[in-house]
């Protein structure tokens, strides 16, 4: 998978990490509250293969939650399905189970992780749940894995069942149509419309205090790198959605560069604005009553 996407999924596990568990119960039918302890495992594993010594495995995500009782879980996440997924998810489930097992003179005990996989693409001929059937000489154990697919989810069921992880990979529902909105300019605002409501919603979901700010800005600053890796090609697309997507980032950087140049006055808190890429001359000049040639002039003063 892309390293903008990988990315982007174990940022907002571990910056944001109670937005897994509406994603847990989703997928597992649990009910938990969103106020569980989540204990967050390495992702490293070191696994032994034949002829090839020892190879190592990074999983997407590891760890456990402690709710009534203590259960922990395995979550990878793809851009697109291939035939090796469910023989790399055993692999890693059955190093993850030794990793926490408990070993004696006389037995080994193992517990394998409730384990699920997110695709960010899928098509017909993706499963809607993989399976694994265990044979042991003490009998067969087989059990569910289920799959969950960024296509399925609506927007509004996002927002209604607060799947909020989900929203930084959203852009996928429309990667099909990409070439269609670069000529299409009425399916482009649309589009735009669709992503600015999603803002106006999370804006709305931390008035409310459902969320903070600090999650409310990863998710949007997630969402905004998905959209460049993936409509890198689509000049229009990116720079239509880019420009919903980056709007609360900008604000909320402007305010704190405003607080920290309190001191310094109004027009020095601009101008690192300005450096820093954050708004334009023209803007600043516009904020600041000045015309654009003063602004120009007073930088180059303050840089003498």
Not at 88 to 105: C, T
Request: with cysteine.
């Amino acid at each position: 998978m892309s390293d903008v996407y990988d990315s982007a999924f174990r940022t907002i596990l571990n910056d944001c990490s109670r937005l897994i568990l509406p994603v847990i119960n989703e997928a597992f039918g649990e009910h938990y509250t969103g106020k569980e302890k989540i204990t967050f495992f390495p992702n490293e594993h070191f696994i032994a293969q034949q002829q090839e010594g020892e190879q190592k495995r990074v999983t997407d995500t590891n760890f456990a939650v402690m709710g009534k009782t203590r259960k922990t879980y395995h979550w990878e996440c793809q851009s697109t399905s291939d035939s090796r997924m469910l023989i790399r998810l055993f692999e890693y489930d059955a190093q993850i189970a030794l990793d926490h097992g408990e070993s004696g003179e006389e037995s080994l005990t193992v517990e394998f992780p409730n384990s699920a996989v997110l695709y960010l693409r899928s098509s017909r001929h993706t499963p809607d749940s993989y399976r694994y059937i265990i044979k042991t000489p003490g009998g067969t154990v087989q059990y569910t894995i289920p799959v969950m697919k960024i296509k399925s989810y609506t927007i509004e069921e996002i927002f209604s069942k607060n799947l909020l992880l989900l929203i930084p990979f959203y852009i996928f529902t429309f990667e099909a149509d990409f070439e269609e909105y670069e000529s299409n300019a009425a399916k482009l605002g649309a589009l735009k419309d669709e992503f600015q409501g999603i803002i106006n919603r999370l804006e709305q979901l931390e008035k409310d205090t459902v969320i903070g700010e600090f999650e409310k800005l990863t998710i949007i600053e997630l969402a905004d790198e998905v959209v460049k890796k993936i409509a890198a090609r689509y000049a229009k697309v990116l720079q239509g959605v880019d420009s919903i997507m980056s709007g609360p980032i900008i604000e909320t950087k402007a305010k704190k560069a405003w607080n920290e140049g309190m001191q310094q006055g109004k027009i020095a808190a601009y101008f690192e604005l300005i450096k820093s890429g954050l708004i334009s001359i023209k803007d600043a000049a516009a904020k600041l009553s000045m015309s654009e040639n003063e602004i120009q002039q007073q930088m180059t003063a303050m840089q003498a």
